[in-house]
């Protein structure tokens, strides 16, 4: 499927209500691409919801955004970071090992997601519900496929709303405190946010962390911070003209859904960060990890 891999287009269509998702907007855009062009399609649908957004990952790397059903919403897009496009296409090269009704699922289901890969000259649809997230599913190799699809077509939608949230009223400026740090220096990461109006802004949370931050290296995702929520609503108020920061750390270490933690090695590292809960755009900055002298 590499060979494949620089000639899709990754087409996201969402339907949700449950969600209120963190967002990475760079444009504005009338997003519609032709029928005939190869594309993957990825259908998130919740019968309550009431609206379904579609969005589009195209050849160049930027994803589109607009409202299909209800309530109006903005369109939008934004250029991917390199490490985000190469990562979802490498998701893409098994695909076709799925079967083509992965995890069952029927129209009662409280979400449903389709993915259908449309090539030059073939075509693949997958189905799942939110059994994808199952722990119990963890040793089927079909279930890691699917389910890292998923994360990062929803994080995509994620990345495109938030954005749109406070655009005029806040400016946002993630970014590390150094861009080159030594082997097993903590990674310091800052979240500043300037209010621009003459009124109090207030962000409000779903959970305890308010900061977030993806890894990637070499068209791999390492790291998702945090690792796991703590299920109570905070909020955070950036007074009128003013600008106020937080910040997060990475120690350099990755850490699998088994518990297993590894050092990452020297090398190049592009940290994604944004305001959980949709609350902000996310940007993508690099940090180097130096050698030991």
């Given at each position: 499927?590499?060979?494949?891999?620089?000639?899709?287009?990754?087409?996201?269509?969402?339907l949700m209500?449950?969600?209120?998702?963190?967002?990475?907007?760079?444009?504005?855009?009338?997003?519609?691409?032709?029928?005939?062009?190869?594309?993957?399609?990825?259908v998130l649908?919740?019968?309550?919801?009431?609206?379904?957004?579609?969005?589009?990952?195209?050849?160049?790397?930027?994803?589109?955004?607009?409202?299909?059903?209800?309530?109006?919403?903005?369109?939008?897009?934004?250029?991917?970071?390199?490490?985000?496009?190469?990562?979802?296409?490498?998701?893409?090269?098994?695909?076709?090992?799925?079967?083509?009704?992965?995890?069952?699922?029927?129209?009662?289901?409280?979400?449903?997601?389709?993915?259908?890969?449309?090539?030059?000259?073939?075509?693949?649809?997958?189905?799942?519900?939110?059994?994808?997230?199952?722990?119990?599913?963890?040793?089927?190799?079909?279930?890691?496929?699917?389910?890292?699809?998923?994360?990062?077509?929803?994080?995509?939608?994620?990345?495109?709303?938030?954005?749109?949230?406070?655009?005029?009223?806040?400016?946002?400026?993630?970014?590390?405190?150094?861009?080159?740090?030594?082997?097993?220096?903590?990674?310091?990461?800052?979240?500043?946010?300037?209010?621009?109006?003459?009124?109090?802004?207030?962000?409000?949370?779903?959970?305890?962390?308010?900061?977030?931050?993806?890894v990637y290296?070499?068209?791999?995702?390492?790291?998702?911070?945090?690792?796991?929520?703590?299920?109570?609503?905070?909020?955070?108020?950036?007074?009128?003209?003013?600008?106020?920061?937080?910040?997060?750390?990475?120690?350099?270490?990755?850490?699998?859904?088994?518990?297993?933690?590894?050092?990452?090695?020297?090398?190049?590292?592009?940290?994604?960060?944004?305001?959980?809960?949709?609350?902000?755009?996310?940007?993508?900055?690099?940090?180097?990890?130096?050698?030991?002298?």
């Open positions: 499927m590499k060979n494949r891999s620089v000639h899709i287009i990754v087409f996201f269509v969402l209500t449950i969600f209120s998702l963190s967002c990475d907007l760079l444009l504005v855009t009338d997003a519609k691409l032709p029928k005939h062009e190869p594309k993957i399609t990825f649908h919740y019968p309550h919801g009431g609206w379904k957004d579609e969005v589009i990952v195209d050849v160049e790397g930027i994803i589109h955004l607009r409202r299909l059903e209800g309530d109006h919403l903005p369109e939008a897009s934004r250029r991917l970071d390199e490490q985000e496009f190469r990562y979802i296409r490498n998701l893409f090269e098994e695909f076709y090992s799925l079967d083509d009704e992965y995890i069952h699922y029927d129209e009662s289901t409280t979400t449903l997601y389709t993915i259908t890969y449309y090539g030059n000259e073939e075509e693949k649809t997958v189905r799942c519900d939110n059994r994808v997230y199952d722990h119990t599913l963890w040793g089927d190799p079909g279930y890691r496929i699917l389910k890292q699809i998923v994360n990062e077509l929803r994080d995509f939608r994620i990345s495109l709303v938030g954005a749109k949230r406070f655009a005029g009223s806040l400016i946002f400026d993630f970014k590390p405190e150094k861009e080159t740090v030594k082997s097993g220096e903590p990674v310091a990461l800052h979240y500043s946010v300037r209010n621009s109006t003459n009124s109090d802004v207030k962000m409000r949370f779903a959970n305890l962390q308010q900061v977030g931050f993806k290296h070499d068209g791999e995702l390492l790291l998702v911070y945090p690792l796991a929520f703590l299920p109570a609503t905070s909020s955070w108020k950036i007074p009128a003209r003013s600008t106020k920061m937080q910040k997060a750390e990475w120690d350099q270490m990755i850490y699998d859904e088994y518990g297993s933690t590894q050092k990452v090695e020297p090398g190049t590292y592009t940290i994604v960060q944004y305001l959980l809960d949709g609350n902000s755009p996310y940007r993508a900055n690099e940090v180097t990890i130096k050698k030991d002298d």
